[in-house]
């Protein structure tokens, strides 16, 4: 089966979106050093390339979980599939994720990482479909705000392919 992918936001503009946040996180945490918590498989794309243009000293760390299979829909049940490494007690820490759709996973994971003790939260995301929220999560840096459409490409998947994608594409069945 293949699909056909439509380009939405080019290489260039993610690249350069990113490359803003970067520079925002690094004037927003001087002095300070943020941890980035990356959330698997999908974030892993956008928190690499957001460290590049962050210009302060970062510490990262990778935390899976699971809410989707291999569907486009939410399950609703989020599963910890591999845990942080490090504790976060005492750190300033920055959630990053692809993105945000119901906002069920997220805000899962402001509550797992609060009961943790953690200096401060705060939540990246490259993309935000406001459009789907079903839970309320504060989000303190989006990349960008996109339609209702299932998206690929920068770390997201469909069925596990595309996350090469140096841009992002709205899947067409
Ligand atoms: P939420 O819990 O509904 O906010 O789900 C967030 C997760 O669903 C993301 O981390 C993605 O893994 C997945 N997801 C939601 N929308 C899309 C999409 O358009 N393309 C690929 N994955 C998506
Ligand atoms: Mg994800």
Redesign the pocket.
Same mark, same amino acid.
């Given at each position: 089966m293949s699909e056909k992918i439509r380009v939405l936001l080019s290489q260039d503009t993610v690249t350069e979106r990113i490359k803003a946040l970067g520079e925002q996180i690094s004037r927003d945490y001087a002095g300070k050093q943020p941890h980035l918590i990356c %959330?698997l498989k #999908? #974030?892993a794309y956008f928190m690499i390339e957001l460290a590049k243009y962050i210009t302060i000293p970062v510490t990262i760390d990778f935390m899976s979980v699971s /809410? +989707?299979g291999n569907a486009?829909v /939410?399950s609703g049940r %989020?599963k910890i599939v591999k845990d942080l490494d490090e504790p976060v007690d005492g750190k300033d820490i920055i959630i990053v !994720? *692809?993105? %945000? *759709?119901? #906002? =069920?996973? @997220?805000s +899962?994971l402001v509550k797992l990482f609060e009961s943790r003790q953690p200096d401060s939260v705060k939540l990246c995301t490259l @993309?935000d =479909?406001p459009d789907?929220r !079903?839970v309320e999560v504060f989000v303190d840096y989006i990349g960008f705000q996109i339609p209702d !459409?299932? $998206? $690929?490409g920068c770390g @997201? *998947? +469909?069925m596990q392919k595309y996350r090469n994608l140096p841009y992002i594409g709205i $899947?067409e069945l």
């Open positions: %959330i #999908g #974030g /809410s +989707y486009t /939410s %989020i !994720e *692809d993105i %945000i *759709d119901s #906002g =069920k996973t @997220l +899962y @993309l =479909k789907r !079903e !459409e299932f $998206v $690929v @997201l *998947d +469909y $899947v």
